[in-house]
């Protein structure tokens, strides 16, 4: 029996799923198409904050909590303060995204939001099995994670995990036009692991405890790291915690995007849109679904020229030296913030540097480990 027929279906209603759909309904191109966004809950929660740098006004300037013109880099190495100008470092919370975009997108009727588990996409007949209905599109985005992922050991994988407390204390302990990228004072047993500092004023901010490994931790680990920091290097004895976050990001150099074809997007996660060697994916995700845009206009394929193939090897290559020696992380980050400038730093990271730049970057950044890396993802 056929289900609902689509012009596209979007399976996943996350960051990646709306703000492709929201690029979709502000588009005149698009009016008239209609479009299903398939999730198994819309359910808003509080459970997440997203950060990016950005030159200027941005389009979610309105949304976001906070930003900073200013930024620290701490570790046994290195004390350095970075004035990000002409950057700012941009904090917005997941639910007021949520709230937002669906706001926007049910104001369309174009779009229709439908709760179910999406199980299979079947290739040829286009149609989606869900546990509730089938759904048939003549495009789908798929932001799941294939099941190869979990499965394959010929990837390296490193995981961004972490817990953090937003706290609000007595005494002012915080600068608030300063946050703290990464402070490698109080690592955990040779891991690469930091603590990531967001103030909101001089008595609130979200404390993070961050690892990079290739393995995950207990839970007690994070509260006893979180705790540790607060009272040894804030020297705060009591404070309140207003709320608890916890997160799980891949680093991997999986290829998300081989399952790309004419009729099936891989998007977000499942896309391969977070960065492998630092776990942003916010603006990424801003980016790739601008040039899925314009392919579609220009009649080519969605996927069209979404990565570029120099930015994959070059995280590939990292997230191999940290894959096998953990322990050199805080070496790497030192120099990567002691011998380059906050716009080369940003401008490689959103992979918009010309070769004779990126070489400058990785000589800042030299480590045997580097050339054993080099050679051992050549050869794959």
Not at 156 to 178: A, C, D, L, M
Not at 247 to 275: C, L, Q
Not at 276 to 286: C, I
Request: glycine share 4%.
């Amino acid at each position: 029996m056929l289900g609902p027929v689509y012009f596209y279906a979007i399976v996943g209603g996350g960051l990646a799923g709306l703000q492709l759909a929201l690029r979709l309904k502000e588009d005149v191109f698009f009016k008239g198409k209609k479009i299903a966004i398939i999730d198994p809950s819309f359910k808003i929660t509080r459970d997440k904050t997203w950060c990016f740098w950005e030159k200027g006004h941005g389009r979610w300037d309105a949304l976001i909590t906070t930003q900073w013109q200013k930024g620290k880099f701490i570790s046994n190495i290195a004390d350095e303060h970075l004035d990000l100008t002409p950057y700012s470092y941009k904090m917005l919370a997941s639910e007021r995204f949520f709230e937002y975009a669906l706001a926007e997108i049910t104001t369309s009727e174009d779009f229709i939001l439908i709760e179910d588990e999406i199980s299979e996409i079947d290739p040829v007949t286009m149609k989606a099995i869900g546990k509730n209905n089938t759904y048939n599109a003549t495009h789908f985005f798929d932001s799941r994670i294939p099941s190869e992922y979990y499965e394959t050991q010929d990837y390296t994988r490193i995981y961004q995990h972490f817990k953090g407390y937003h706290i609000k204390s007595e005494s002012p302990v915080f600068t608030p036009n300063q946050f703290t990228m990464m402070d490698f004072r109080l690592s955990y047993k040779n891991s690469t692991s930091f603590t990531y500092i967001l103030p909101f004023s001089e008595n609130e901010a979200l404390i993070e405890y961050t690892f990079f490994t290739p393995y995950l931790t207990e839970e007690t680990i994070y509260d006893e790291q979180l705790k540790k920091y607060i009272s040894e290097y804030l020297k705060l004895d009591t404070y309140e915690i207003l709320n608890k976050e916890k997160g799980i990001i891949p680093m991997t150099d999986f290829p998300f995007e081989k399952d790309n074809s004419a009729k099936i997007t891989k998007i977000g996660t499942g896309g391969g849109w977070v960065k492998a060697s630092t776990g942003y994916s916010f603006k990424h995700t801003e980016k790739k679904i601008s040039k899925i845009i314009k392919n579609i206009k220009s009649g080519h394929k969605p996927s069209k020229d979404l990565f570029l193939r120099k930015y994959k090897f070059y995280d590939a290559i990292f997230l191999d030296v940290l894959a096998r020696r953990n322990d050199k992380g805080e070496q790497i980050f030192s120099k990567f913030y002691q011998k380059n400038s906050v716009e080369e730093i940003f401008a490689y990271l959103d992979e918009e540097t010309p070769f004779n730049e990126d070489l400058k970057i990785m000589f800042s950044l030299f480590d045997p480990e580097f050339i054993i890396s080099f050679f051992r993802k050549f050869r794959l």
